[in-house]
T-cell receptor, first 114, second 109 residues
Framework: DTAVSQTPKYLVTQMGNDKSIKCEQNLGHDTMYWYKQDSKKFLKIMFS???????INETVPNRFSPKSPDKAHLNLHINSLELGDSAVYFCASSLRTGGPYEQYFGPGTRLTVT | GENVEQHPSTLSVQEGDSAVIKCTYSDSASNYFPWYKQELGKGPQLIID?????GEKKDQRIAVTLNKTAKHFSLHITETQPEDSAVYFC????????FGAGTRLTVKP
């Protein structure tokens, strides 16, 4: 069973479009995350979310918004896509927010904006 | 906020040799230090972690050491195999997880 899954695996779109990436975890975790990995492989947190609190990295443009229909899902919506948004986006989950809890990552979505 | 530095950025070893990757962190409140392995086209996979109340942890060919006083921790891989080739990330966590920049390990057969 896949613990953290993402769809689609690849997403190619044009500048100015709006797109979504879906994430699901079947681990029963309370907290989910979105990370961005740039071309140099650097991993940077974008959001962390549980059913009580959304924490946003202040450097993330407000064109990016997470939406959680339920505890097992955290989707990433991106409006007005820009060339600089091209990257690999990873969803992750952990048992709780904060504290020494393991984070488990999904397989990633490679977004290419042309 | 937390700042994690990781060295070296690339590491090439011969099969059977040992590999060591080192990280330093800045926030003394960090209490959890995982290591991830990322293979091409895949997501980071947790391979070992250590919590701040422990100085060393070992799992078969992989070991991690933590020096809280000096604020550094290291990953040791012994008897390396070609399938160990990947990018390895260290991270430090108090509230948010902060990652090092990664080490590309190549194990030559």
């Amino acid at each position: 069973d896949t613990a953290v899954s993402q769809t689609p695996k690849y997403l190619v779109t044009q500048m100015g479009n709006d797109k979504s990436i879906k994430c699901e975890q079947n681990l029963g975790h309370d907290t989910m995350y979105w990370y961005k990995q740039d071309s140099k492989k650097f991993l940077k947190i974008m959001f962390s979310y549980n059913n009580k609190e959304l924490i946003i990295n202040e450097t993330v443009p407000n064109r990016f918004s997470p939406k959680s229909p339920d505890k097992a899902h955290l989707n990433l919506h991106i409006n007005s896509l820009e060339l600089g948004d091209s990257a690999v986006y990873f969803c992750a989950s952990s048992l709780r927010t904060g504290g020494p809890y393991e984070q488990y990552f999904g397989p990633g979505t490679r977004l290419t904006v042309t | 906020g937390e700042n994690v530095e990781q060295h070296p950025s690339t590491l090439s070893v011969q099969e059977g040799d040992s590999a060591v990757i080192k990280c330093t962190y800045s926030d003394s409140a960090s209490n959890y230090f995982p290591w991830y392995k990322q293979e091409l086209g895949k997501g980071p996979q947790l391979i070992i972690d250590i919590r701040s109340n422990v100085g060393e942890k070992k799992d078969q060919r992989i070991a991690v050491t933590l020096n809280k006083t000096a604020k550094h921790f290291s990953l040791h891989i012994t008897e390396t195999q070609p399938e160990d080739s990947a990018v390895y990330f260290c991270a430090a966590k108090e509230n948010d997880m902060r990652f090092g920049a990664g080490t590309r390990l190549t194990v030559k057969p």
